[in-house]
Nanobody, 127 residues
Framework: QVQLVESGGGLVQAGDSLRISCGTTGRTFSDHVVGWFRQASGPEREFVAAVNWNVPRTNYADFVKGRFRIFTDVAKNTVGLVLNSLKPEDTAVYYC????????????????????WGQGTQVTVSS
């Protein structure tokens, strides 16, 4: 099965930028949708962004408002998330998830739609 590994998290100041990445072991992202979710203090994981690897079509949460950008790196077989203009409320563990694509328009924003999950990477934004 596909294994996901997140990296790139860290401690930054408000207004800074950060790039986190999601990679795989054992197989590629081909024919998969890859999403980013985040979990702060609560029990729920919040949808951030997702991309259909092959198209690539994207889907963003409303709160992103142009601050974040999801992208695919074919050469490295990774999916990155660029976090710009970071705010303290962006502090969370960011998780990567994947699911086989069913169509070009299938880019889900619900946790139960994804089959594979990474362990997460911590992003902390100070005031």
């Amino acid at each position: 099965q596909v294994q996901l590994v997140e990296s790139g998290g860290g401690l930054v100041q408000a207004g800074d930028s950060l790039r986190i990445s999601c990679g795989t072991t054992g197989r590629t992202f081909s024919d998969h949708v890859v999403g980013w979710f985040r979990q702060a203090s609560g029990p729920e994981r919040e949808f951030v962004a997702a991309v259909n690897w092959n198209v690539p079509r994207t889907n963003y949460a409303d709160f992103v408002k142009g601050r974040f950008r999801i992208f695919t790196d074919v050469a490295k077989n990774t999916v990155g998330l660029v976090l710009n203009s970071l705010k303290p409320e962006d502090t969370a563990v960011y998780y990567c998830a994947a699911v086989p694509q069913r169509s070009y328009y299938y880019i889900p924003d619900k946790t139960d739609e994804y089959d594979y999950w990474g362990q997460g990477t911590q992003v902390t934004v100070s005031s």
